[in-house]
Each structure stands twice: as C-alpha cells, then as structure tokens.
C-alpha cells in the first residue's frame, strides 16, 4: 500500500497529489486554477516573531490615548476603550458593540491564537488543540478589522481639526504599529504549510502511541 494521501482542491474538490513546492514558485488547481499552495519563505518563523510583536503592542494600542482633544483650555484624551463607550453612552450600542469586537476582541485573539499555534510549530511541540486553533484563525480573519477604527479616527480628525487642537498620543502609534503587524501576519502566515506541519505532527504522535 502507497503512504500517499491525496489532498482535495479546497475549491473543486478535485483529488491531487501533494507536491512539494519551492518557496516563490506557485501549485495550481489543474481545473478550476485554485492557488492551492504558494509557500513563503520561513512563514513559521516570521509569523512567530510577528505574532509575539502584535502581542507586545496590544496593551498599548487598546489603553494609550490615541487623541487628545482641546477645547476651551481643557484636554481630554480618549482610548480605544473610550471611543466605544462614547458610543454606548450615546444610546449608539450596536454600533459600539460592532467596534469594540471589530477593532478590540477580534484582533487580540486573532494575535493571541497565531502567536499560539506558531509558537506550538516553531518549537516543534505537537499540540493537541493545533487543528482547532487553526479553523478558529480561519474564520476571525473575516471579523477583525482594525481598519474600522481607523477609518473613525481619520472622520474624528477631520471633523474636529477646526474647531479644537489636536494632539496625537503613543496610543495611535501603537495602533498603527498593531496595523502593519496585522499586515504583515496576513502576508507570512502560510495555511498549507501550517496544515502540513500540523498533519505530520499529529501522525509523529501516533506513531509513537502505536
Ligand atoms: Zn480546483
């Protein structure tokens, strides 16, 4: 009997043969041309030290002020988390419930679950929630978006830079920061090769068990 599995488009569902690719060189699906793997160089590692950078930044970016505001002699700074309870007080609830997970809960765990599964990948240590972690991943990609809040930051600005002084605080470079790391993961975190490695993982461990 062959040791090979085949693998399904996750498009068409047409059965392929797992191929090795080089980094840079992209593996289409041969029917329907579903980008099935487009490896990038040292993704583990790369989305690790990211992941670990985002983390660093999370406690920054949600608790600094982001702007301050002076009106008639008096400064008053607002935070992520006051921006959202602005919001509430205004009887706008919904809507600061959509920005409080949109550009708080959503992006922190997205941070939270990559630095876990590649820190599990990145010091080889097979982990028996590996697999779950990963499908969350999936789909929090759809819900945080940081840019949201940065779209409300630009509005805020523009509506108030003339009729009160405004000061930029660190909460808005960490903020910013959070976002390149955001981009930055997006572009390293390689799925395929993150599922392989997951795959291989779990059969080393029930080599060893049998
Ligand atoms: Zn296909």
């Known amino acids: 009997m062959s040791n090979l599995t085949l693998e399904a488009c996750a498009e068409c569902d047409l059965l392929l043969n797992p191929k090795q690719v ?31 950078t985002g983390l660093a930044l999370l406690a920054p970016a949600n608790l600094l002020p982001i ?30 419930i959509l920005v409080f997970l949109a550009s708080m809960v959503f992006p922190a765990l997205k941070i939270i679950l990559t630095l876990l599964v590649s820190g599990y990948l990145y ?3 097979p982990g028996r929630y590996l697999a779950t972690w990963m499908r969350y991943l999936h789909h929090l990609e759809e819900w945080a978006m940081l ?4 779209l409300g930051i630009i509005v805020a ?28 993961l997006s572009t390293s975190l390689d799925p395929y090769s993150f599922w392989r490695r997951i795959r291989q993982m779990q059969r080393e461990v029930r080599h060893e068990v049998h």
């Open 157 to 184: 600005c523009v509506k108030l830079a003339g009729v009160a002084d405004l000061r930029f605080g660190y909460g808005l470079y960490a903020f910013i920061a959070l976002l390149i790391i955001n981009c930055l």
């Open 123 to 125: 010091f080889d240590k």
């Open 22 to 52: 080089a980094p840079g060189e992209i593996c289409q699906c041969p029917r329907c041309g579903y980008r099935i793997q487009q490896p990038r160089r040292q993704s583990i590692e790369r989305t690790f030290i990211y992941s670990v």
């Open 147 to 150: 840019e949201v809040y940065t």
């Open 67 to 96: 702007l301050g505001i002076k009106v008639l002699g008096n400064i008053r700074d607002g935070n992520l988390w006051s921006g959202v309870t602005a919001l509430f007080n205004e009887g706008m609830w919904a809507i600061a």
